[in-house]
DNA sequence: CGGCCTTTGAAGATC
DNA sequence: GATCTTCAAAGGCCG
């Protein structure tokens, strides 16, 4: 169960002793990690070679049965409603989510008009970055040929992305839509749009502070509509909900300005029109529509048959009768998953990689390279989204999607035959194998300080200087052997506290049982032996008192020269035969 | 066209 | 209590 804050001070999440902190054994992969961005890339795709573990996949077929359905209606249908969800949810919100969400709209970061400062005057992190980020698909495959591995960095990208800042700028907090998609439909304001939200622990209404207002204020979907951009990149890309614009979905009645940051976010990021009165099956029991509800008919099973023995044990009712009216809540992101739809994008736009197996592999790469206050942000952020959850949805239980998804097999099972793994794995190494070797790789892998400076201030001032971090993009992808791929999961199953909420602290120590604090030494055990071993030292950025506390500009400075250094140096990975 | 791949984390299930 | 399993997002790839 998500834990409630505790009374804690400041509108929940205030003092945040649930954060759930990795422990040290990462620590030093990261460490690992850390040396070149380079790797990023290169161990995906090694590891994607090495695989040692076999994915048998699909053993069982017997829910592959689904009922076909189409996709984009369902999906769509489930999306705006998710937007209408989310608006009420954050209606509730109240303190939640000081840090607006993101709509996930970039073309809601107009810069002019975002100007967006913090209370205290300083210009929000996220403020300009969150263009980038969201836009860096703007031209992937472009970016491709456009991009100089040598310096690949975003500025490369700006000649056509006019706002390009490091997307690891964006605050951790920004806005991610979790529960669903991004589907930018807003509309007729609801009446809840005004300043005033709920405090979810007393109901009470109350006004935002300032500080709880978005840092950047995204556009309302009225403003950006009359916004033309000359590049154009407003335009969709991809096909992705997320940048469609639907019908009617620009034409937002109301000012951005006159909303607060918390209301124009959520408004244009997923309220619409035809959300205002959702299908009562979105509805949870409560009546309150949440993101999270996914139209029954996009992930149910075909039929009773496929619901789980829980499913059964929780609803007497016919299964499939159940199944059709009963709406499928999703299950609350956690921190991963939230960094990930922040992240993925710019990890998209930097490297040619598309398909998300490999993304995904960087950017696990690339959260554990965050430091911990960066991590203990979207621990903090899921969290919230737990608790929001919870209070949404109080009957509901994880338990309750059981069975919805088709098997995902596999997992470190070790059962399966090494050789067909190996089959397999090579063969989807090529297939993750982008035609082009190298990418860009963003940043992070040096140290998350790097990636998201407090401020966007260093980066801003020297626009012509990339991202501190994307320097490392110089360096060229080498294709190493990593058998760690499968053995990093499978460790941290292992050492995985389970329960407690520091779950891949895989192997490390400890710790565990207490609630992790942030506080953590940077040095501190260590010993993860499942990555790569070394032959350069390690980055003293990996080491950086930084990451013990949030990145200054200074720092970013300083760990911006630092990483010139390095990136001069190759890297040599050694892999380290699993065992 | 549906499922797999891949990642981490949370939570339920199982032992 | 420890371990295992499932699901959350995402999009290209494959059978």
Redesign the pocket.
């Known amino acids: 169960?998500?834990?409630l804050n505790g009374g804690g001070g400041d509108d929940l999440g205030a003092n945040d002793e649930m954060i759930?902190f990795?422990d040290e054994g990462e620590q030093e992969e990261k460490i690992s990690e850390n040396v070149s961005a380079e790797r990023d890339l290169d161990d995906v795709k090694s590891?994607?070679v090495n695989?040692s573990e076999n994915?048998?996949?699909?053993s069982?077929?017997e829910?592959?049965?689904?009922?076909?359905?189409t996709?984009a209606d369902s999906e769509s249908y489930e999306k705006a409603r998710d937007y209408f969800s989310e608006a009420l949810r954050r209606q509730q919100d109240g303190g939640l989510f000081k840090s607006p969400r993101y709509p996930?709209y970039p073309f809601l970061m107009i810069p002019d008009l975002t100007n967006s400062y913090l209370s205290n005057g300083s210009l929000s992190p996220s403020a300009r970055t969150y263009l980038q980020m969201k836009w860096p698909i703007l031209d992937c495959s472009a970016s491709a040929g456009i991009k100089d591995s040598r310096s690949p960095t975003l500025g490369h990208l700006s000649n056509k992305v006019p706002v390009v800042q490091h997307a690891h700028h964006v605050h951790p907090l920004t806005p991610l839509?979790?529960?669903?998609?991004?589907h930018f439909s807003p509309g007729t304001p609801p009446s809840h749009l005004s300043p005033e939200i709920l405090d979810p622990k007393t109901g009470i209404p109350r006004t935002p502070h300032p500080s709880e207002l978005s840092p950047y204020y995204p556009l309302s979907p009225g403003a950006v509509g009359s916004i033309a951009h000359p590049l154009g990149w407003l335009m969709p890309q991809?096909g992705?909900p997320?940048y469609s614009i639907p019908p009617g979905g620009f034409r937002h009645p109301y000012p951005a300005l006159a909303m607060n940051a918390s209301m124009s976010s959520l408004v244009s990021s997923r309220f619409s029109p035809h959300m205002v009165t959702p299908p009562p099956h979105s509805l949870h029991q409560t009546g309150i529509p949440h993101p999270a509800i996914?139209s029954p008919a996009i992930?149910q099973e075909p039929s009773g048959d496929n619901i789980?023995?829980?499913m059964h044990?929780k609803s007497p009712v016919p299964p499939k009768k159940e199944e059709d009216k009963k709406p499928?809540i999703?299950?609350?992101?956690?921190?991963?998953?939230l960094y990930?739809?922040e992240m993925?994008a710019k990890v998209?736009a930097e490297c040619t990689l598309?398909?998300?197996?490999?993304?995904?592999?960087i950017?696990?790469?690339r959260?554990?390279s965050l430091s911990r206050e960066e991590?203990a942000k979207y621990?903090e952020l899921?969290?919230k989204e737990?608790q929001l959850h919870s209070q949404l949805y109080p009957g509901w239980?994880?338990?309750d999607?059981?069975?919805?998804?088709?098997?995902?097999?596999?997992?470190?099972?070790p059962d399966s035959k090494p050789e067909d793994f190996s089959i397999?794995?090579k063969?989807?190494c090529?297939?993750y194998l982008p035609s082009e070797k190298r990418c860009d790789s963003p940043a992070s892998s040096h140290g998350s300080m790097l990636d998201s400076p407090a401020t966007p201030s260093a980066a801003l001032a020297s626009p012509a200087a990339p991202a501190a971090t994307h320097s490392e993009q110089a360096q060229p992808l080498s294709l190493t052997t990593k058998p760690e791929?499968?053995m990093?999961?499978h460790f941290?199953?292992?050492?995985?506290?389970?329960?407690s909420?520091?779950?891949?602290?895989s192997t490390s120590s400890s710790s565990s049982?207490s609630q992790p604090t942030i506080s953590l030494p940077i040095g501190t055990s260590g010993s993860q032996p499942t990555t790569p071993i070394l032959t350069r030292p390690i980055p003293f950025t990996s080491l950086h008192p930084s990451m013990l506390s949030p990145p200054s500009p200074f720092h970013q400075a300083a760990l911006h020269s630092h990483h010139a250094l390095f990136q001069s140096q190759p890297l040599s990975l050694v892999t380290k035969p699993t065992e």
């Open positions: 169960m998500p834990q759930p990795k590891s994607l695989e994915n048998s996949s699909s069982d077929s829910q592959a049965e689904r009922r076909p359905q996709r996930g839509i979790t529960y669903s998609n991004e991809q992705q997320m996914v992930k789980s023995p829980s044990a499928h999703k299950k609350p992101l956690n921190a991963f998953m990930m739809k993925r998209v598309k398909e998300s197996a490999a993304i995904n592999q950017l696990g790469r959260w554990h991590q621990y899921a969290r737990r239980s994880a338990r999607n059981y069975g919805k998804r088709k098997k995902r097999k596999r997992d470190n099972k397999r794995s063969k989807q090529l297939q791929g499968r990093h999961h941290s199953l292992a050492g995985k506290p389970s329960g909420s520091s779950s891949s602290s049982s």
